[in-house]
C-alpha cells in the first residue's frame, strides 16, 4: 500500500475506526474486560472534529464496559485524528532514509512535540521482538554512527562520564543472513568480547560463514564459528565473501541519521536502530502498512513521560 492508496483508503476518521475494528476482531467485537459479545454499538455525535465516534458498550450486566476499537492500544489517549496517525505510519513506511520530527510536523500539520511523540511511537511498534538464530552465510560489520568522531575509541560509558556524550560517535554492530534479516545494535565498545560474544549469542554455530572485515574485534571468532575475513584495502568481495549487504544498511542508516536527525542521543539509537532494521527487512512485503498497524493495535501505550526522562 503505497501513501497515495493509504490517504484515499483512510480518508475519514470512520474508515480508520471501521478498520481498526475488523483488524482486532475479524470474527465480531467481543468486550474486552467480559470476552461478551452482547454488545451495543453506540454512533457517538462528535462535537469536535477529533472527537471518537464509534463506542461499545457491553450489555453483559456485570459488566457494562464501555469501549472503542483503539481502547488498550497506542492510539488511546491521543487527541490526534486517526487520519494523521494513518498518514503518520505511510509517512514513515515510505521514508527509506528516515523521517525527522520536524519534517513530520511540516507533512501533518502538527505542533513539534505531537509530531516527535508520535514518531517515536510507531518507531516503538516497530522494535522486533527475539528473532530465530542467524545461519547459512552471515556477515557482521561494526561502524560509528552519530556526530563527532572525537573520542570515537573511548567506551560509551566513560564518555557518558566525562559528559560528552550526545553528538559524539556511537559505536554500532550489524549483523546480515544473506538473503535473511538484518539486525543492528548499539554496543559498549567494538573489542573482541563484545562483538565476538555478539555473534556467538545470535549466530548458529552450525551457519555456513561468518564474514568480516579485519578488524582484530573478530579475532577468536574461529573456535566456534567458520570465519571469512575480508581486508578491504586488498579487496571488496571474494566470491560470495564480503560484506556488501551489512555496509549497504549501514549507509542508508548514516544517511538517514545524517538528513533527518540533528542529533541522535544513545537512549533514542537503539530504536532508529530497530525502525532501519524494520524498513530494511521488510523492503519487499506489500503489506507493509498493515503489519505495522497490527502491531500498533498490539502494542500498549507508551507514556510520553518515559520518552523525555533522562534527557
Ligand atoms: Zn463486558
New binding site residues.
Partial sequence: MNLIDVTKAFSTEEACLEFLEHLRWPAGVR??????DK?SRIERKSRTKNKRTRLFQ???P????QFTPTTGTIFADSHLPLTKWFLAIGLMLNAKKGLSAKQMQRDLGTGYQTAWYLCHRIRKAMEEGQLPMLTGVVEADETYVGGKSRNMHKDVRQRKITGTGGMDKFPVFGMVQRGGKVEAYSVPNVRKEVLVGKIRDRVSSDAEVVVTDEWCGYSGLNATHRHEVINHIREWARGAVHTNTIENFWSLFKRGLMGSFHKVSLKHLNRYLAEFTYRFNRREDADIFLQTLVRLVGTSVMPYENLVSDN
Fill in positions: 468486550c474486552l474486560k467480559c470476552d461478551g454488545l457491553c450489555l453483559n456485570e459488566c457494562k464496559y
